[in-house]
């Protein structure tokens, strides 16, 4: 990496990579692009990682990929619970594999362990720096082909110049917005909303149907976290925000008859069923990776796992492509595997949603599906699709094979 200064206000600097966003999918991709002797920058416009309490849930194939990497001792022995579900229906997420079931870690623990893994290989994190435009080269001019950028950050602008840039700026990407990338599906119709609350007594239930709703409850450490949704109701325009205390504690009386409004909140959210996914993945020298390429709700934990697993995909690849020993259209089997993958995993998320916020009206399809999950083969390819483990990529000449990592 180079710096100099452009002009008197504008610091500028060169790298092989930009990545923008340091959630968990730009800090995976940030390590892997540096293991394969890229130089990469990452730019984040928070000061530090998230304290929100999102993801809690690693699954087998990320767990797998962890261990390739030598990251597992970094996250003790997390509770393992091999009882997932699907579309709130139970599914035994066993399969045959060293780290069956679903593994309990949250996400600020997970960013930690990539943040440091990252750092530890050379990666640049800016923090305080917002992407505010970008600009793809096409060498035409007489410049070097390449994507320049211009950030803001505590010390004024910074222009940096990559190769390739990397959009894991998260679901409302802006990125996306500059590139202009086509993002169909669909907006959220119906959300959950959640709170975790101290100072209640609620019982614990899983995914528990009632006249009126769908009710979720578990307590940890003195920490309730309910979730809850009443059948019918809309997503509520809230203009970004997130909902107050007061609406959570309405609704779960209204769905359950217990009154939890004596609580304290300490984290309240709501998350809809907006399901879209990018057209294509790659856009020439720009690509996208994580919650910028697929809006998803996180049923059975799977959207933190998407991304740190496109992230795991592209990162060889790319390393590869800027050090010049593989062409750039390599870049396009992420495009094709990813995208493959993610509208697989979107698809199954669509039909939890509908088994999950559905009133009476879905009881006999859930009541079909509990019929055929015992049927080990149908149990088997669910839990496939949750896991990861079932993913397999198209290798050419018939054969089908997983992720090609960087030794
Ligand atoms: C409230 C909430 C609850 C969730 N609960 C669950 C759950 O229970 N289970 C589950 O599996 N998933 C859950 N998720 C989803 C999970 O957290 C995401 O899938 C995961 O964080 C995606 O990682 P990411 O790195 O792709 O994006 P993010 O984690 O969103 O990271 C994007 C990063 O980009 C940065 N950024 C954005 N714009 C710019 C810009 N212009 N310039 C510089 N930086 C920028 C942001 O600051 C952020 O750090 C939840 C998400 C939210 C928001």
Not at 34 to 39: P, S
Not at 49 to 60: I, Q, V
Not at 223 to 235: A, C, K, N, S, W
Request: hydrophobic residues 40%.
């Amino acid at each position: 990496m180079t710096t100099d200064q452009q002009d008197t206000d504008t610091a500028a600097l060169d790298t092989d990579v930009l990545v923008v966003g340091a959630g968990p999918t730009g800090l995976m991709l940030a390590a892997e692009l540096r293991l394969g002797g890229a130089e990469v920058v990452v730019v984040d416009q928070r000061p530090g990682p998230t304290t929100e309490s999102r993801a809690s849930t690693l699954h087998a194939r990320t767990m797998e990929i962890l261990d390739s990497r030598g990251l597992l001792d970094g996250l003790g022995t997390p509770p393992c619970e091999p009882r997932g579900h699907f579309g709130g229906v139970p599914l035994d997420l066993t399969l045959p594999g060293p780290y069956p079931g679903q593994w309990k870690v949250a996400q600020t623990r997970t960013e930690e362990l990539l943040e440091r893994r990252a750092a530890d290989l050379g990666a640049d994190l800016w923090r305080r720096h917002q992407l505010l435009s970008l600009t793809v080269r096409d060498g035409a001019d007489g410049a070097p082909e390449g994507v320049e950028a211009e950030t803001i950050g505590p010390y004024g602008p910074v222009r940096v110049r990559a190769r390739h840039l990397v959009g894991c700026d998260g679901e409302d990407s802006t990125v996306r917005r500059l590139v202009r990338a086509p993002f169909p599906g669909q907006d959220a119709r119906r959300e959950l909303l959640r709170a975790d609350v101290s100072g209640v007594s609620v019982a614990d239930r899983r995914f528990q149907r009632l006249r009126h709703g769908l009710a979720i409850a578990a307590t940890r450490d003195g920490v309730t976290r309910v979730m809850v949704h009443e059948f019918g109701r809309p997503v509520t325009e809230r203009g970004g925000g997130e909902p107050d205390f007061a609406e959570v504690t309405d609704v779960w009386k209204r769905v359950t008859g217990e009154d939890i409004s004596h609580g304290t909140p300490l984290w309240v959210n709501a998350f809809g069923d907006a399901n879209r996914q990018l057209a294509r993945y790659r856009h020439g020298r720009v690509l996208f990776a994580g919650d910028a390429a697929h809006r998803q709700m996180p049923s059975g934990g799977q959207a933190l796992n998407l991304g740190l697993q496109d992230a795991f995909n592209l990162g060889w690849k790319l390393a590869a492509v800027v050090r010049g020993s593989a062409p750039e259209d390599l870049l396009d089997t992420y495009d094709t595997e990813r995208r493959t993958v993610g509208r697989q995993v979107l698809a199954n998320i669509r039909a939890q949603v509908e088994l999950l916020l559905g009133g009476p009206e879905v009881e006999p399809a859930r009541a079909l599906l509990t019929e055929l999950l015992a049927v080990d083969g149908v149990r088997r390819h669910l839990a496939g699709m949750i896991s990861g483990l079932g993913i397999r990529y198209d290798v050419g000449g018939g054969a089908a094979g997983p992720d090609a990592p960087v030794d």
